[in-house]
C-alpha cells in the first residue's frame, strides 16, 4: 500500500491530521506507541482526548514492537517519538549514559553495547515500515528546530529521532509537515 509521515512540533494539529488521513478507511488499526503512565495525569488527559477523537470501529493495540506494523489494512501510529524513547529504554540507553558522556554507576558500563542494541531496534522499525501491507500513517514530532538539549541522553534522542525520522521519509509515499494545524506537503 502506500507510507506516510506526519511531522510537526508538540501541539501543533499533526495527529488530528494524520487521523484525518484515514477518514475514509471503516476499519484502522491505532498502534499506540506509548501507554498511559500511572500519575501523570496531563499524560492521561492527551490520550482521553485522542481515544475520543477516534471512531470506535478503529482498534488500538498499545506496542512497541515494530512487527505490529506488518498488517493488513490500514495502520495509525501514534507517535514515532515516543516509540523512538521507548526503543531507547529497551536498549538501556537512558541508564548507560549519564549527562557527562561517561557510563553511569551500576548500568553495566556498556554505552556503546546500548547504542549498537538501540540501532538494531530503529532498524527492525524503519525495515518493518517498508515491509508493512498496511496503509501506514505515522506521527512524529520533528524536534531539531529547537534549542540544543542540555543533557548527553538529551542530545541522543534528538539525534536518534531526526535519523529514524529521515530514514522514514526517504522511504515514504508522501510526508507533510503541520504547522499551527496547517498541513505542508513536503513530498
Known amino acids: 500500500m502506500s507510507r506516510i509521515l506526519v511531522l510537526g512540533g508538540s501541539r501543533s494539529g499533526k495527529s488530528a491530521y494524520a487521523e484525518q488521513l484515514l477518514d475514509s478507511w471503516l476499519e484502522v488499526t491505532y498502534l499506540a506507541t506509548s501507554p498511559v503512565v500511572d500519575g501523570d495525569a496531563e499524560w492521561a488527559a492527551r490520550v482521553s ?9 478503529w482498534t488500538t493495540i498499545e506496542s512497541t514492537a515494530p512487527s505490529e506494523l506488518v498488517r ?3 495502520v495509525l501510529v501514534d507517535s514515532v517519538t515516543t516509540w523512538v524513547a521507548a526503543l531507547m529504554d529497551e536498549a538501556g540507553v537512558w541508564d548507560a549514559v549519564d549527562d557527562g558522556g561517561a557510563h553511569a554507576a551500576g548500568a553495566g558500563g556498556d554505552a556503546e553495547a546500548a547504542l549498537a542494541r538501540l540501532a538494531d531496534r530503529c532498524d527492525a ?7 508493512s501491507p498496511a496503509h501506514v500513517v505515522a506521527v512524529s514530532d520533528e524536534v531539531g528546530l529547537g534549542v540544543v538539549p542540555e543533557t548527553r541522553a538529551g542530545r541522543l534522542f534528538r539525534d536518534t529521532l531526526g535519523t529514524v525520522n529521515q530514514r522514514l521519509a526517504a522511504t515514504a509515499d508522501e510526508v ?3 504547522v499551527a494545524g496547517l498541513p505542508q506537503r513536503l513530498r
Not at 49 to 57: E, G, L, Y
Open 125 to 131: 522499525l524503519v525495515t518493518n515500515w517498508v515491509m
Open 176 to 178: 507533510w509537515f503541520v
Open 72 to 74: 493488513p489494512g490500514a
Open 49 to 57: 482526548a485522542h481515544r475520543a477523537r477516534r471512531p470506535v470501529s
